[in-house]
């Protein structure tokens, strides 16, 4: 059975001004889609992994048959990192966590403010193309950190929670070369109630 690209939860032009409708639909349409197509041809002659959730197979790539492990990992990160990226948006989004994220940022980080400068330092210093992260560790304690191309937390062991991707198709359409303006217009659309459900998911 292949995987299926869910569909997005909101039209394209729902996240403007932060993400114009052309990009998400770019996005989407050529890049996510292109992820999942690749996967699934390299996954297609072996049935039996396929069954198994993408997530179980980003946190054991060890036992993916060497011949197609590099692109399971590039495609299988690139098609599970943008189904996150696309669920912790909303047009209804912004303003501040909620709940025991919201506790928990203001006690790893000193507060709301201080999590967001340290979050977008943190998108803004990966060089090239990768991916900004919040995610729980393995003692359940928050931390940001970066990946590169479509690199997974998931393959460190570690729970994503938000994720923003750094790559240029993700922002250029409208931002050109300013990802830290992207970055910071990012807050107006979170919906932190998914987010909050990301971090107390088990």
Do not use: C
């Amino acid at each position: 059975m292949s995987y299926q690209l869910p569909p997005l939860p909101y039209d394209f032009d729902a996240l403007e001004p932060a993400i114009d409708a052309q990009t998400v639909e770019i996005h989407y349409n050529k890049h996510h889609a292109g992820y999942l197509k690749k996967l699934n041809a390299a996954l297609d002659p072996f049935p039996e992994l396929a069954a198994k959730p993408i997530e179980e197979i980003l946190m054991n790539l060890n036992q993916v048959p060497d011949s197609i492990r590099t692109g399971v990992r590039n495609n299988g990160g690139g098609y599970f990192n943008h189904m996150i990226y696309w669920s912790i948006f909303s047009p209804y989004g912004g303003g501040k966590p909620v709940g025991n994220l919201s506790q928990a940022i203001d006690a790893t980080f000193g507060g709301f403010s201080d999590f967001q400068q340290e979050f977008e330092k943190a998108g803004l210093s990966r060089f090239g193309s990768g991916w900004v992260w919040l995610s729980r560790n393995g003692n359940d304690s928050l931390v940001i950190h970066s990946t590169p191309n479509q690199d997974t937390p998931l393959a460190s062991g570690i729970h994503p929670i938000l994720g923003f991707d750094v790559w240029e198709h993700a922002y250029y359409l409208k931002y050109q070369n300013k990802r830290g303006e992207y970055l910071s217009n990012l807050w107006q659309i979170i919906n932190w109630q998914e987010a909050e459900n990301r971090f107390l998911a088990k």
